[in-house]
């Protein structure tokens, strides 16, 4: 059974960095063509994609984003963790860890974490 | 940026109704777009993947098409289940993006 859960502080101080863990089970994140994304969705905007990291340890960026972000793998703990420096109110909203399986899945994010409210607030 | 253009916003419909939903992305995507659905404080769902791959555990009433910059979801007979806020996505270039949504409810 495939799970993502992920884990981290609820609220964080403007200019704060933010680092968020994403556990998971039931795959291996180092297994062929897997990937994990973190995706974040402010409340009622759509979602945005915001990172992702590949089986083969390569890395991918919002391009917006991609000052402030940095994603890692630590596979004997099945955990993929985002930094997000200088967070801004604008910042605010539940961040998600998806799985992407290419070859022969879907591609697409199939598994998702229930989420983690993050609030950026003085 | 591929920017992703969905249509209506907001489709009010009831039980049976046949309803479909449409997406545009701004340049060619090849076959690399998914369908999600959402309930209020729940992640995404995956319902469609590379078009008109039907995602393993979804039912048979949801079904999509299209290519290159066009793209519909197609609910064959609404259910009372299926009432919830429906995104495409594409992910043919990164950064991978989404359409802004298209909420479904009761007329």
């Known amino acids: ?122 | 940026d591929i920017q992703m253009t969905q249509s209506p916003s907001t489709l009010s419909a009831s039980v049976g109704d046949r309803v479909t939903i449409t997406c545009r992305a701004s340049q060619s995507i090849s076959t690399w777009l998914a369908w999600f659905q959402q309930k209020p404080g729940k992640a995404p769902k995956l319902l469609i993947y590379k078009v008109s791959s039907l995602q393993a555990g979804i039912s048979s009433r949801f079904s999509g098409s299209g290519s290159r910059t066009d793209f519909n979801l197609t609910i064959s007979s609404l259910q009372p289940d299926d009432f919830a806020t429906y995104y495409c996505q594409q992910y043919n270039n990164y950064p991978w993006t989404f359409g802004q949504g298209t909420k479904v409810d009761f007329k």
Not at chain 1, 29 to 52: D, F, N, Y
Not at chain 1, 75 to 99: E, G, I, K, W
């Open chain 1, 1 to 122: 059974q495939v799970t993502l859960r992920e884990s981290g502080p609820a609220l964080v101080k403007p200019t704060e960095t933010l680092t968020l863990t994403c556990t998971v089970s039931g795959f291996s994140l180092t297994g062929s063509e897997m990937c994990v994304s973190w995706i974040r969705q402010s409340p009622g905007k759509a979602p945005e994609w915001l990172a992702r990291i590949d089986w083969d340890d390569e890395k991918h960026y919002s391009k917006s984003l991609e000052t402030r972000l940095t994603i890692s793998k630590d596979t004997s703990r099945n955990q993929v963790v985002l930094t997000m420096v200088n967070m801004d109110p604008a910042d605010t909203a539940t961040y998600y860890c998806a799985r992407s399986h290419f070859g022969s899945g879907t591609g697409a994010p199939d598994y998702w974490g229930q989420g983690i409210l993050v609030s950026v607030t003085s």
